[in-house]
């Protein structure tokens, strides 16, 4: 049994089957599930453009929302001692009679994935990531009833050399979705009637919208702001034809107001109202230029696709992430880290890295402990040999100095001066001080 929610999830899914990641099995199934705030607003998986080349992997297609209606899936979990009850449910709504089940689930750590595997409490798990976010820690505790359970970590290649810290505290091995068979997956997608239907724009710049808003790292007027600052980076650098692929969940007007930025400076702005991934669009027009936040579009045109691409707002992104373990932290890291920004045009045009990828390791293996130092404690000699080493002008962004100060590394505020965040006094001066600095702007 298979579980996706997103079309980017079950074409990795299909490359893995068609890879013979999988063993044979009398049958197979996708569960998918809409995820969306609102999700009878919004595309189910299994009705997107695109999938019915993906449907042929299995021998049937459920939809987990259908299941537990009323209830959203991000929102409901059975209570324990109902657990048994829902498996006989399930296994009689399913036709799944004694039969043994394995299970192939994304993002273990949050519902519905977890209780899916809770409820099949005997069944071998195989995780799955689709995205950047596999090279970051678990980020929650998961029940060893059921971490225990997983077998292994399928996931692509798109930083080449790094190792994925999913799951690690439970031994697990990470296994490669091999590159070429998930490309030839993504080419059948490009094949499909919709995205024939794509407006014909040779060699454009791409840039990628993501809807931060709706996630609460940015407000939506500072998000407006973030795509007016791509398309004028993208300008900038020389490209006149622009297409914007807007998140398929974002309001209507942020389209307006880039195209009236564009207007002011003379760029051909096409805006896409077809949600496909943006693989396909790497293949129908062959950008000249993708431009994203930290996408893991990004890593996928430079690794799969051979593209150029270029960042920005990420330092803004790594400032303003809270809690310090918020899973997002990893993805930003790495693309900070990996792309380049817009605006260094000549870093754009060498495509030249902040850390080289042998760098990259020991950079998230420290900013994984800080974020989890319950869940990863054998990081910690790695970490403060990082930090003792690398920590600096350079790489200070990707951390938290109040945090490295209460997990007592290199980097935080020296011993002798750690009494000054608990002093009273201190933060008395520091207040008056602030406030004679406003007195005096003014």
């Given amino acids: 049994m298979f ?19 999988f063993a044979p099995a009398e049958r197979r199934i996708l569960l998918v599930s809409n995820n969306a705030a609102i999700p009878e607003t919004a595309t189910p998986l299994d009705r997107m453009p695109g999938f019915a080349r993906l449907r042929d992997r299995f021998d049937s297609v459920l939809s987990w929302n259908e299941t537990i209606f009323p209830f959203h899936p991000g929102g409901w979990a059975p209570r324990p001692e109902d657990l048994p009850l829902w498996e006989r449910y399930l296994r009689l709504a399913w036709d799944l009679g004694d039969d043994h089940v394995e299970l192939a689930v994304e993002s273990l750590q949050v519902d519905p994935a977890q209780t899916i595997a809770q409820i099949f409490t005997d069944a071998p798990v195989d995780v799955y990531a689709d995205g950047l976010m596999s090279y970051g820690p678990t980020r929650n505790k998961i029940d060893p009833l059921v971490g225990t359970r997983v077998r292994r970590l399928l996931h692509l290649d798109l ?26 997956t993504l080419g059948e997608l490009g094949e499909d009637e919709s995205a024939a239907a794509l407006p014909k724009v040779a060699e454009p710049a791409l840039l990628l919208g993501q809807y931060l808003s709706a996630l609460g790292i940015l407000s939506p007027e500072e998000e407006e702001a973030l795509h007016a600052r791509m398309l004028r980076g993208a300008f900038a650098l020389g490209h006149t034809r622009i297409v914007f692929k ?4 974002a309001p209507a007007r942020w389209s307006r107001t880039l195209e009236r930025e564009a207007e002011k400076l003379g760029a051909e702005l096409t805006v896409l109202d077809t949600p496909v ?5 790497y293949q129908r027009m062959r950008p000249a230029l993708v431009v994203g936040c930290f996408s893991t579009a990004l890593l996928t045109a430079s690794a799969f696709y051979d593209l150029p691409i270029a960042r920005t707002g990420t330092e803004l992104l790594l400032e303003r992430l809270s809690p310090y373990q918020n899973s997002n932290r990893v993805p930003v890291t790495i693309v900070d880290a990996l792309v380049p920004d817009l605006g260094d045009r000549a870093g754009v045009d060498a495509q030249k890295p902040d850390v080289e990828a042998g760098g990259l390791t020991g950079l998230l293996t420290a900013v994984g402990f800080v974020m989890q130092p319950q869940i990863q404690s054998g990081l910690r000699p790695a970490a403060e040999r990082y930090l003792a080493q690398h920590f600096g002008p350079r790489t200070q962004r990707y951390f938290k100095r109040r945090r490295l100060t209460s997990l007592g590394l290199p980097g935080g505020i020296p011993e002798r001066l750690s009494f000054l965040p608990r002093s009273a006094t ?15 702007r003014r």
């Fill in 3 to 21: 579980y996706a929610s997103t079309l980017y999830g079950a074409a990795t899914l299909a490359a893995a089957v068609d890879a013979n990641c």
């Fill in 159 to 184: 930083v080449p050399g790094l190792k994925p810290l999913l799951l690690t505290e439970f031994g697990v091995e990470p296994e490669i979705v091999p590159t070429d068979v998930f490309v030839k």
């Fill in 246 to 249: 807007p998140h398929p969940s």
């Fill in 277 to 281: 991934l943006a693989e396909v669009l």
């Fill in 426 to 440: 201190a933060r008395r001066v520091v207040r008056r001080a602030r406030a004679l600095r406003r007195a005096v």
